[in-house]
Structures are given as C-alpha cells and as structure tokens.
C-alpha cells in the first residue's frame, strides 16, 4: 500500500509539472505490466497532440538507487534526462522510463552484465524491456525499427546488456557514464548497433580508464574495462574505420573546468556510427546546458560539462537511424 501511495504522489507531482508547461504539454501516464515474477512499474511521457503516423521510442534507465519518476522530475536540476520530456513534445516520440527492483543493499538498480556487482537485483529486465516495447507496439502505434535505449551510470549498464540480449530490436543506444563490465554475466555482443559513449576523464565512481566501480570507498560495484576500449570493441563491430573525426564543442563558460570532444566513427548518420562524447575533467554526471547539479553535488560526483545538453546530444544521433543495419563490405 505505501509503495502504491508513494508511486501515486510522485506521478501526481510530475502532472502538476507537466501541467505548469516545464513539460512542454508531455502527457505523464503510470503504467503497471504483468511480469513472471510480479508485476513491473513505468512512466510514459507521449506528446500531448500527438501526430498521425508511427512514432519513435526512446527508453531512459534511471541509475543505482534512482527512480523513473526522479528521470522525469522536470523541477529539479539533478535530472539532466528530462529534458526528453521537451523532446518527445517537440519530435513526437514516446518515452517510456521502467523502474528498476531493489537488490540486496536495498537499493534500486538493474540486472546488467556485471559478474562481480553482487549486490544488484536478479531480475529479468531484458524480459520486461522485451514486454514494455511489445505493448508499446500494440498499443502506443510505436515503429519497430526505431526503438533506443539510453541509461546513466547503473541505468547505462542495462542499457549495454540489452545491447548484447535484444540487440536486433533495437536502432541505437546512448551510455552515459558507464563502460562494458570487465567480468560479465553477459554474451559478447555480436549484432552491430550503432552507439553514443558520453563519459567524463574525472568520473570518481566509474574511472574512464577502467577499474574497480565504487560509490563510497569501501564498497566495490564490479569492475569495467576502460571507455576507450568499449568504444573499440563496438567500432569493430560494425566494421568503422578505424580514425575518427574529432571536433571540439563550444565553450560556453570559462569557469567551467571541463571541456566536451566529440569524436564520430562514420560518416552517414543514417548507418551505423561509434560517437564517444569525451567530458575533459568531467565527473560522474550527464553535461548539461538547462541542468545545473550545483557546487555540492559536483562535489561529490566531480565537474559537469555545461557545452551540452546530454538528452539532444542523443536525439541528434539516434533520429536517422533504423534497425537492421548491417556493416558496409
């Protein structure tokens, strides 16, 4: 019962948000869905003058210890991801955010492919991705080839283990401070998928260079291999060349510390690509131009890069994009 209330408030807090225009007219909708081992939660943003025709869909996964309705919390500025909330309004996408089950800290998360996270839920949450999207389909007049998938820190490892389990469902993914864990539960992937890394130099909790992932010092979460190397091994995949075009993003602030680099494997934005969006001196925290974290929160999670906007950034690479794309020969 207090879960049900609690659920209620938080759904009822973003209406009132949505319902004061920071949602753009984003029509918010609670949905529960029937799953082997009981039922499952999510929040559905859809425009609120919906266009004829098929939509795309997008998919946020929320990090450790978040919330769907914490992604959609358009009144607070640690919330970089609802800025898709503006998005799906204007672009006439639908954006649906599960929430993650609690695993054995107590702690809300996902089951993603890290052999040695050992205090993350055992759910199946490739299973429910799987039935979010076949009811999407039916129900929301979503186009299969364009379903994508983005997640922060915890969330964005889901995402790189539906980018080895449902990859042929899938159009393209965005990873946003995570890496390919070093020891996995999970099958190498083996389907090419075009794919967006934003990581930053800085992050304390997920070191880009790899390592030992920790949210306080004593407490290990998994090890990953480096970003560098997770951007290799899907580059390979989809058969890119081998020498990106790197660019640098206008800076908008000289008391930021950090710097944006993007560098792009492939030319077509309607064919497979490799983007890593570099954070130079950036912490464990989406960039953002509308969504500041503040000076305690940098604190403690590092710098944030104000030269982008981490929700456009992905928009802007997955909107051409189809599934079933295959290598060029």
């Known amino acids: 019962m207090y879960r049900r209330h609690a659920r209620n408030t938080a759904l009822l807090f973003l209406l009132i948000a949505a319902g004061c225009g920071a949602a753009r007219g984003a029509a918010i909708s609670a949905v529960d869905i029937a799953r082997p081992g009981g039922a499952r939660h999510y929040l559905m943003a859809a425009p609120e003058h919906g266009a004829p025709g098929k939509r795309?869909?997008?998919?946020?996964?929320?990090?450790?210890?978040?919330?769907?309705?914490?992604?959609?919390?358009?009144?607070?500025?640690?919330?970089?991801?609802?800025?898709?909330?503006?998005?799906?309004?204007?672009?006439?996408?639908l954006?649906?955010?599960?929430?993650?089950?609690?695993?054995?800290?107590?702690?809300?998360?996902?089951?993603?492919?890290?052999?040695?996270?050992?205090?993350?839920?055992?759910?199946?949450?490739?299973?429910?991705?799987?039935?979010?999207?076949?009811?999407?389909?039916?129900?929301?007049?979503?186009?299969?080839?364009?379903?994508?998938?983005?997640?922060?820190?915890?969330?964005?490892?889901?995402?790189?283990?539906?980018?080895?389990?449902?990859?042929?469902?899938?159009?393209?993914?965005?990873?946003?401070?995570?890496?390919?864990?070093?020891?996995?539960?999970?099958?190498?992937?083996?389907?090419?998928?075009?794919?967006?890394?934003?990581?930053?130099?800085?992050?304390?909790?997920?070191?880009?260079?790899?390592?030992?992932?920790?949210?306080?010092?004593?407490?290990?979460?998994?090890?990953?291999?480096?970003i560098e190397q997770s951007v290799a091994l899907w580059r390979a995949l989809d058969k890119l060349p081998a020498t990106p075009v790197t660019s640098a993003l206008a800076h908008r602030s000289e008391d930021d510390p950090t710097r944006a680099m993007r560098s792009v494997w492939g030319a077509d934005p309607r064919q497979l690509q490799v983007v890593l969006l570099k954070i130079e001196h950036g912490g464990h925290v989406e960039p953002s131009v509308r969504k500041h974290v503040g000076w305690m929160v940098s604190k403690l999670l590092g710098a944030q890069n104000g030269d982008v906007e981490a929700a456009e950034e992905a928009w802007r690479f997955f909107k051409d994009k189809r599934s079933g794309l295959v290598p060029s020969p």
């Open 56 to 93: 795309p869909l997008v998919l946020l996964f929320h990090g450790h210890m978040g919330s769907a309705a914490h992604l959609f919390d358009t009144q607070s500025n640690l919330s970089a991801l609802s800025v898709w909330l503006d998005i799906a309004e204007r672009e006439q996408l």
């Open 95 to 226: 954006v649906i955010a599960p929430d993650g089950l609690k695993g054995s800290d107590g702690q809300s998360g996902w089951n993603d492919c890290r052999a040695d996270a050992k205090s993350s839920p055992r759910s199946d949450d490739s299973g429910l991705v799987n039935a979010i999207i076949d009811k999407a389909i039916a129900e929301q007049n979503v186009d299969p080839a364009r379903v994508y998938v983005m997640g922060m820190s915890n969330g964005a490892g889901m995402v790189l283990r539906l980018a080895s389990d449902i990859a042929p469902r899938l159009a393209g993914f965005a990873a946003t401070a995570m890496s390919v864990a070093a020891s996995s539960v999970c099958p190498a992937p083996s389907v090419p998928l075009s794919a967006l890394f934003i990581a930053g130099t800085g992050d304390r909790i997920v070191p880009y260079a790899g390592g030992q992932i920790h949210i306080v010092p004593w407490d290990e979460r998994g090890a990953v291999i480096g």
